[in-house]
Each structure stands twice: as structure tokens, then as C-alpha cells.
């Protein structure tokens, strides 16, 4: 993708997604301000998860005001020459977070005609601005018992996305929460503008130390990046699944989440952050790092402050 201008990248995470939804937090909590800073810090672009609920009333007809404010945050991105993943963190139906509560996605055809409708409408509004604008279908599919139903759902939604988006960059992953070994399990692309998506918080003992949400995480240990251990060709082996499928297939990869919780310590994180930037750059993976600002993982948080400048580097 970095041709495309989405090479290195920060997600806006907490902003339209994963939070209360109240016209404070959409409003306020990611500002021109907060663009101008990723600019800075050598980004190309930002990824931006939208819950449908941002776009869609609760019988699926649409919010134009959530469209709007989507809108003007691509003005911001391309006042500072900033490009933008819109990525559909939740669906109606399904969450990759089961506290959301949103199930019968895979299983149900009218949540899936919604979710063809809701993209039908993203396209509308933003296939025009396929030089900067890319579409990711759904975060993090989790069960790989339904593979089959995603890989057939991404057949259907693709071709109706192309009516009003012939051009736009369409970012696929697959189960596990995008793990880069469940690539292969992904069909080949509908065509040359679809990109293989994966996330990585490897190894989570490190990344999501003390983590109150991840079951098998004793949240009174904490790690040393010494303590984890990494041989210098993880992440050369981690990603190997995913970088052969994509050279199978001639296509474009990118990591559209990666990063270190806010219990590891700043010299730790930036120590993560190398080797696995070492690896982006080796392969030349497009990635963008989770995240701006606080939800646990935030680049722009004050405990950062003495590590930033060179933290920024490796993005």
C-alpha cells in the first residue's frame, strides 16, 4: 500500500468507536489538533473505526450527521496531507468484543443485507476519494468456525462496494482477531485493490500485560521486554503465513493494529516497537499503530513524553 500513501499510519481508536457515544466524545475527543500531531510525527495516514451505530439508526436507516463528521475529519487528514482508513469496527450483529453483545451477524441474511447497505452508503459518500480514502469491510472476525460465511459475505459486499468505489483499496482480514496466521484462510482477492489485513499484539504476555479484559492475563505480572524474550526473527516467522499468501496472490498487505499497553514501561515499548518495525520495513508491510490517544495504548499519553521522538521513528 505505500504507494497508495498508506505506509505508516496511527488509529483514532476511542473516538466513533469503543466509546460512549456522546456528542462530548464525538465532538471533542479527536480535534484538528490531534491530525496536525500525527502529521508531525511523519504518518501518512490515520485509520479511523466507526461503529455502525455512528452511521445507523436503530432500524438501519442513516445518521447523515455520522457521515458528515467522518467527512470532516477527511478534510482535516487532507489539510495535513493525510490519507484515511475507514474501518467498520462493529456491525450490527456482530462485535469482535463479546461485551458488546452484538450476535447472529454470520448467521442471519437480514444482518447481512444491512451490512451490504451500510457499505453501499459508505461508498457513496467516500468512493469518489479513492486516492486517499480506503475502506476496511470489519474488524476483527474472531471465530474460525465461520471463515466459509466471511469469505462468502466478502464476495457479496465487494462487488456492490465497486458500483459506486471502483478504485478504492478494500482491506480484508480474517479470524483470530486478524491473526496473521489465519491469512491463508482467506480466499484469494476479488481483485487487485483488495488487501490482506492483519493485526498484531505479539506476544500478548508483553503487549497486554496487567489487562483486565484478556482471560489468560494475570494482571499482577508485569514483563520486561528482556523477560518476553523475542529471537530476532519473530516476527519474520509470525508473519510468514500472511507474507506468502499475499506473494501467492500478488497482493498488498497491512497491519491495521499493533502496539503496547500503557502498564509496559516507555523504554519497553520503544524496544517492541523496533523489532517490529524492523520487520514492517524488512518486508515493506504497511501498518498503523494502535493508538493516538488513551484506550490504553496511547502514542500521544504523557508517560511517553521522554521516549516520543524516538518512539515516532518506528511507527
Known amino acids: 500500500m505505500k504507494k497508495y500513501g498508506f505506509y505508516r499510519g496511527v488509529n483514532l481508536g476511542g473516538w466513533m468507536s469503543q466509546c460512549d457515544y456522546s456528542q462530548e466524545r464525538l465532538e471533542h475527543f479527536i480535534e484538528k489538533k490531534d491530525i496536525a500531531a ?16 455512528v452511521l445507523e439508526n436503530e432500524d438501519g436507516t442513516f445518521k447523515q ?57 459508505i461508498a457513496r459518500h467516500f468512493g469518489g476519494m479513492s486516492k486517499h480514502v480506503a475502506f476496511e469491510l470489519l474488524n476483527e472476525v474472531t471465530d474460525p468456525s465461520v471463515i466459509a460465511t466471511w469469505n462468502g459475505i466478502v464476495r457479496n459486499v465487494i462487488p456492490r462496494i465497486r458500483v459506486f468505489a471502483p478504485d478504492t483499496l478494500i482491506l ?19 481483485d487487485e485493490k483488495v488487501v490482506y489485513n492483519f493485526h498484531c499484539y505479539d506476544p500478548l504476555v508483553f503487549t ?28 519474520d516467522k509470525l508473519f510468514a503465513p500472511a507474507l506468502e499468501t499475499a ?66 521513528k518506528l511507527l
Open 38 to 53: 500525527i502529521a508531525s510525527w511523519g504518518a501518512d495516514h490515520v485509520r479511523i473505526p466507526v461503529d455502525y451505530n
Open 65 to 121: 450527521d455520522g457521515f458528515a463528521r467522518i467527512e470532516k475529519a477527511i478534510g482535516w487528514c487532507r489539510e495535513y496531507g493525510l490519507n484515511a482508513v475507514i474501518d467498520l469496527h462493529k456491525t450490527a450483529g456482530y462485535s469482535f468484543d463479546v461485551g458488546e453483545k452484538e450476535a447472529g451477524f454470520f448467521e442471519n441474511e437480514k444482518y447481512q443485507e444491512r451490512f451490504y447497505h451500510l457499505w453501499e452508503e
Open 172 to 190: 480484508v482480514g480474517s479470524y483470530h482477531n486478524n491473526a496473521p496466521d489465519a491469512v491463508p484462510a482467506l480466499d484469494a482477492p476479488y
Open 208 to 235: 497486554h500485560q496487567h489487562a483486565y479484559w484478556v482471560s489468560h492475563i494475570d494482571v499482577n505480572h508485569d514483563m520486561s521486554f528482556e523477560q518476553a524474550n523475542l529471537p530476532a526473527d519473530y516476527f
Open 247 to 312: 506473494k501467492k496472490y500478488g497482493a498488498m498487505l497491512y497491519c491495521g493494529e499493533y502496539g503496547v499497553i500503557d502498564k509496559a514501561t516507555p523504554e519497553d515499548t520503544v524496544k517492541w516497537y523496533k523489532q517490529i518495525h524492523d520487520t514492517f520495513e524488512k518486508y515493506g508491510i504497511s501498518r498503523s499503530a494502535w493508538s493516538y490517544k488513551e484506550m490504553d495504548f496511547g502514542l500521544s499519553d504523557a508517560r511517553l513524553d521522554g521516549v516520543r521522538d524516538e518512539l515516532v
